[in-house]
């Protein structure tokens, strides 16, 4: 038969040339992302940690010539700080983003390629953990905890971390089951992880993407949730912590802007950075939310 | 048709329960497994901190009576679990003789009171921007209103805050940066008093709507444009149905039905961000009662708002479930 | 009912050189190219073709409900004489389903799934000047499915309640409640299993017999076109290639394709081995000049690969685009 249609199932090809085309969401959230790791990473090369000493220079100084965003109550450089935060503010996102998604991921693919019992279980805990206020819950932990490292405040964020990523891939697993090749190749006898890994992976590799950046995002939202709290990690500087300080130093009625403002406006530039990519790549795997901006 | 059957209403029911049983249970073991016990650490800093003193053997006694310490642990977790059946959380380890129920008394209701107005705010007013925005997708006009509002989808609700606060409050001066009454006055049953409550409160609120909108909008723009492709669309168009008819019966109608589950599984995220809004504006919620409790390690107070919270928004999510079927004629209570 | 064909008959729906295009990333598909036919007062028309080949495109065509980014390019669409491309929103919504009304291909997913079946067709008669009480409009709503052979009690239920055939069969008493001139039926049994497609193609015909309204039947089921139509006109690759009465079709086609379609019936009294056709499928992003079918046509000549045949007249009311 002569084809006239896409069919409405985007075929990996044709998104990679969807995402090829200039997109620019994509653009614009790529750009942002990648200045503010640059801004974590070079910035460290340029600058020097002795800014962020305590006593390092006067104490609470408003912004001026010699350092640029002034300096908090204990004399340490707003700037300096920022830019050593940056990098552990990612690699939570990226620690938390990755175990979830790895995880998550490979319980849908699971739930949604055997089905029955398995995606009974899987699918019920996932909703349920998806209807628990998560902050709470890790509030409960982390407040037992005590200080932690970057590395375990990240592991116990993953764990509410799996549920989105499991649905998305499960629905799609799901609905990937029934179509021709995939018969196809149950027929011809290959065996269920060769199935898995050739027909069903490469057409999920868009929404496990989009669902690694979502669960970046909701990861690097956790840890400034539980940072902000006054939990978690308490020693190693991040975006959050500085917030966290500049609370519980009542910097708000202090006037103190440039100690909670910068941090704030990097934080809402990554948040909305990672939710454009976000928003592209949902575009990419559902081409009809394109086509309906298109028309 | 929309008897209330068995497997559908109860499967909802156990869920619920599951979920709370499984938080108190949380809230158990999590002490219990900590390293060291912090219950000690906390009670032998109250023992060295002379003022607070005088709460202390009390409350080491009522603990030990309320758990059992010095049972077994099967007979403690039965203790526990009778405890938390009838809201008893003990005393506040801060705020000796406080129980910890009486601070979630006073402080639920503000949160109650803002988590509501703003949801329902946040959700009537995205789900009607989203479908509006879907069905008149080609024009300029439209993509450029609904534009700002993504961005804003992006942004946690407690950043917004602050960016809000920054702009408006110390800024502009608009807006209180803080608390519920201006300094010193005192909450009364009359006008100006609750206009200022209004004042105050208005901040905390828009940070929390600004934010869930425009989530809302995108979530419902997306369901809105899968409708208008569907065969009945079609037909609709077809039958020469007036255009409004169309928009609100036929594609809204339909569109709105996994928003409404979308809004259950948020609520959780929604209670946790709204904490983080109370802490930023000192908004006497529980959630500011929380980061207290954090900061002076009161462990009751910290345990029993938590599982207040996940008892409110597990039954915000069963109400949710249970309405459910009136909207959707092909989900019924005895099936599924 | 066969009509009487004479040359003073009246066109109740004639479309003129109807053009749709589809943009796509890689260029525009061509759905409907130059598309012309009438159809006339108390006859039913068939179009047939393979999937894809633009039927179904051009219905939504007349209804102008294509869906963009699809567009119609060039044409015209005359319904009892009024150029429906050219009319504004409003006036053509209140031509829609009184004058003009679909039995849509997908009659499954084309009911509303949370209102009730007499609220769905009690919008179509309110929205075009239906002023009943709610007792009177219950009547004549009970009445409409009586007609289609459905029980009273279907105007209470929900779609999902209804089967397969019983949805259909909702959607031709919708189509019908306004007595309009013609009615286009998209595929109308395509879904359904033979035993249902039976009843409902019954139902089709005592329709048209009580309302002697006119028909355009579309569909790629030629048996059903030899029941139930009088002229039929056969697409490929979004152009006519063949349009004559229905027997001479059967008896007398002019067209490869049409041969084709017409030998693929398999026949309980001849056995003939299953013709296989040869060639390519078309791309209608990027035709080669000539004739669309070439490719797969057995008596293709050199003319065929450089000039596009157009109809022409080869026999009483009959017009094949072929060079041969």
């Known amino acids: 038969m002569a084809s006239t249609t896409l069919s409405p199932q985007a075929q990996p090809a044709e998104t990679t040339r969807r995402l090829a085309r200039v ?20 910035g460290r090369l340029l600058v020097s940690r002795e800014g962020m000493k305590l006593g390092a220079n006067d104490f609470a100084a408003p912004p001026g010539a010699q350092i640029p965003l002034g300096t908090d109550p204990a004399g ?35 739930a949604g390629y055997y089905g029955g019992p398995i995606d009974t279980l899987v699918h019920s805990f996932a909703d349920i953990l998806l209807g628990v206020p998560s902050l709470l819950v890790l509030v409960v932990l982390a407040s037992y905890l005590g200080d932690m490292s970057i590395a375990t405040m990240s592991a116990i964020i993953a764990f509410f971390a799996w549920p989105w990523p499991a649905r998305s891939v499960r629905s799609q697993t799901l609905s990937m089951r029934e179509l021709a090749h995939v018969e196809m190749a149950k027929l011809s006898g290959c065996g269920d992880l060769e199935i898995i890994f050739r027909e069903l992976m490469p057409n999920l590799l868009p929404y496990i993407a989009t669902s690694f950046v979502r669960s970046v995002s909701g990861g690097i939202m956790a840890s400034v949730g539980l940072q902000m709290l006054g939990l978690g990690s308490l020693t190693l500087i991040t975006l959050a912590l500085m917030l966290s300080s500049a609370f519980s130093s009542a910097a708000l009625t202090r006037g103190l802007w440039w100690w909670w403002f910068p941090p704030t406006v990097v934080l809402t530039l990554l948040f909305v950075a990672l939710f454009l990519i976000t928003l592209s790549l949902d575009e990419a795997t559902n081409p009809r939310l394109k086509a309906a901006r298109a028309a | 048709m929309t008897r209330i059957g068995a497997s559908y209403f109860v499967r909802r029911l156990l869920v619920f329960l599951f979920v709370i049983w499984a938080a108190a249970s949380l809230n158990f073991l999590v002490p219990r497994l900590a390293p060291g016990d912090p219950m000690a650490a906390t009670l032998a800093r109250m023992s060295m901190s002379g003022d607070r003193m005088e709460g202390g053997a009390e409350i080491i006694e009522s603990y030990r009576a309320r758990f059992g310490l010095d049972q077994s642990l099967g007979v403690q977790y039965l203790k526990y679990l009778g405890a938390v059946v009838r809201f008893d959380f003990g005393y506040s380890l801060a705020s000796f003789p406080a129980r910890v ?67 408006l409050a110390f800024g502009l001066d608009l807006f209180p940066s803080g608390g519920t009454t201006r300094i010193g006055a005192s909450l009364e049953w009359t006008l100006p008093s609750m ?41 609709a168009r077809a039958k020469g149905l007036p255009d409004r008819r169309v928009f609100l019966w036929y594609a809204a109608r339909n569109a709105i039905l996994p928003e409404i589950t979308t809004l259950g599984i948020s609520l959780g995220f929604v209670a946790s961000g709204a904490t983080l809004v109370e802490v930023v504006f000192s908004y006497p919620g529980i959630g500011y009662q929380l980061y207290r409790a954090i900061g002076n390690s009161d462990f009751n107070l910290i345990q029993g708002i938590t599982l207040i919270m996940v008892i409110s928004v597990a039954t915000a999510i069963l109400v949710l479930d249970l309405v459910y079927p009136r909207l959707d004629p092909r989900i019924t209570y005895t099936g599924k | 009912m066969r009509a009487m064909i004479n040359d003073d008959r009246e066109a109740v729906l004639e479309v003129d050189n109807l053009q749709v295009r589809y943009p796509t990333a890689s260029g525009d598909i061509v759905a409907c190219k130059d598309v012309s036919l009438q159809v006339y007062r108390g006859e039913t028309l068939g179009l047939v073709g393979e999937s894809g080949c633009g039927k179904s495109t051009l219905a939504m065509a007349i209804m102008r409900l294509v869906t963009p980014p699809g567009r119609i390019v060039q044409g015209r669409v005359l319904l009892e004489g009024t150029d429906l491309l050219s009319l504004k929103e409003g006036a053509l919504r209140q031509l829609r389903w009184q004058q003009i009304a679909l039995i849509p291909q997908g009659a499954m997913s084309s009911l509303n799934p949370v209102m009730r079946i007499g609220e769905q067709i009690a919008d179509g008669l309110r929205a075009h000047g239906v002023r009943q009480s709610k007792a009177q409009m219950r009547e004549r709503i009970q009445d409409l499915l009586g007609t289609v052979g459905l029980r009273a009690s279907v105007s ?14 909702v959607c031709i008493a919708m189509a019908i409640s306004l007595h309009p001139s013609i009615i286009l039926a998209d595929e109308p049994t395509s879904a359904l299993d033979v035993v249902v497609q039976r009843l409902i193609v019954q139902t089709l015909m005592e329709i048209r017999e009580r309302m002697s309204v006119s028909m355009l039947l579309i569909g790629h089921d030629m048996a059903l076109q030899a029941q139930v139509v009088d002229r039929t006109a056969v697409m490929y690759a979004g152009m006519i290639v063949e349009i004559a009465p229905v027997q001479e079709i059967f008896s007398s086609p002019r067209h490869p394709y049409t041969r084709l379609l017409v030998e693929s019936l398999p026949s309980v009294k001849r056995r003939k081995p299953l013709r296989v056709t040869e060639g390519f499928l078309l791309d209608l992003r990027d035709p080669p000049p000539g004739c669309a079918f070439q490719l797969r046509c057995d008596l293709v000549s050199d003319a065929c690969r450089s000039l596009e045949p157009t109809l022409r007249h080869v026999g009483p009311d009959h017009h094949v685009a072929c060079h041969l």
């Open chain 2, 101 to 167: 129920l009486e601070i979630i008394g006073r402080a639920l209701p503000w949160t109650v009171g803002l988590l509501l107005t703003t949801t329902i705010l946040s959700f009537g007013l995205g789900i009607l921007l989203g479908a509006f925005v879907a069905w008149r997708s080609g024009e300029t006009a439209v993509e450029i209103l609904a534009a700002p509002f993504v961005v804003l989808a992006a942004i946690p609700y407690y950043l917004l805050a602050l960016l809000l606060v920054y702009a």
């Open chain 2, 195 to 235: 206009l200022d409550v209004l004042h105050h409160s208005l901040l905390p609120a828009l940070s929390i709507i600004l934010s869930s909108l425009g989530g809302r909008m995108i979530s419902m723009r997306s369901m809105m444009v899968r409708v208008m492709e569907s065969d009945y669309l079609t037909l």
């Open chain 1, 23 to 42: 997109n620019w969401t994509l653009v614009l959230g790529t750009a942002l992302l990648l200045g503010i790791i640059a801004f974590g990473t070079i």
């Open chain 3, 156 to 169: 209470d239920m929900y779609p999902h309640e209804l089967s397969g055939g019983m949805k259909q069969r």
């Open chain 1, 76 to 110: 340490r450089s707003v700037l300096v700080m920022m830019i050593y935060g940056t990098l552990p503010t990612l690699t939570i996102g990226l620690i938390a983003g990755g175990i979830g998604t790895i995880v998550g991921a490979s319980l849908g693919l699971v």
